[in-house]
T-cell receptor, first 120, second 108 residues
Framework: GAVVSQHPSWVICKSGTSVKIECRSL??????MFWYRQFPKQSLMLMAT?????????EQGVEKDKFLINHASLTLSTLTVTSAHPEDSSFYIC????????????????FGPGTRLTVL | DAKTTQPNSMESNEEEPVHLPCNHS???????IHWYRQLPSQGPEYVIH???SNVNNRMASLAIAEDRKSSTLILHRATLRDAAVYYC?????????FGTGTRLQVFP
């Protein structure tokens, strides 16, 4: 099956610093990637949709200036949490849609293993 | 967004079949029904999806009601590795919107 990787798998940072999380599709091209966050014991919450070569579309209530998303290639999207604070501590998960099946009956999303962010 | 309703939790014994229900009474004609599962501390994993007809794959079967207002994910023989949170999702405008899901416990 298609593989999506995330780096780092976990990160601890001080309050006020910025953290970048990478999401890569390893064996397929992804014109669309998604970023989610998940707090303990809760479901995944969609933060934004990232389209290659264009600006990300953010869900209501998600601060675009705080969560910077870049999707510069068909295999890489990055999420930067700027000026992180303890309330940003969460499990961040990306997913990617295979461009070759996007929009068809085989359309599915492949998820990365997640990045656990802890802000002290 | 189209919504789904699932029981918060279910239990099963190993080797037994498991039927995980999902209600989606507001489903539109073009919504696909997707199922994903999430093991602890991992990203979600695709299980199966369908539109109108029942579907089978190596992981599970998906039974869709004739009026499409409900569906059931069937694990034919539960194993300990199937313990996870199972999400039933209506594929809406290309976005997967996760509900609360069903936490499946499997006992040896």
């Amino acid at each position: 099956g298609a593989v999506v990787s995330q780096h780092p798998s976990w990160v601890i940072c001080k309050s006020g610093t910025s953290v970048k999380i990478e999401c890569r599709s390893l064996d397929f091209q992804a014109t669309t990637m998604f970023w989610y966050r998940q707090f303990p014991k809760q479901s995944l919450m969609l933060m934004a949709t990232s389209n290659e070569g264009s600006k990300a579309t953010y869900e209501q209530g998600v601060e675009k200036d705080k969560f910077l998303i870049n999707h510069a290639s068909l295999t890489l999207s990055t999420l930067t949490v700027t000026s992180a604070h303890p309330e940003d501590s969460s499990f961040y998960i990306c997913s990617a849609r295979d461009a070759s099946t996007q929009g068809g009956t085989k359309d599915e999303q492949f998820f990365g293993p997640g990045t656990r962010l802890t802000v002290l | 967004d189209a919504k789904t309703t699932q029981p918060n939790s279910m239990e099963s014994n190993e080797e037994e079949p498991v039927h995980l229900p999902c209600n989606h009474s507001t489903i539109s004609g073009t919504d696909y029904i997707h199922w994903y599962r999430q093991l602890p501390s991992q990203g979600p994993e695709y299980v199966i999806h369908g539109l109108t007809s029942n579907v089978n794959n190596r992981m599970a079967s998906l039974a869709i009601a004739e009026d499409r207002k409900s569906s059931t994910l069937i694990l034919h023989r539960a194993t300990l590795r199937d313990a996870a949170v199972y999400y039933c999702i209506l594929y809406y405008t290309d976005k997967l919107i996760f509900g609360t899901g069903t936490r499946l416990q499997v006992f040896p």
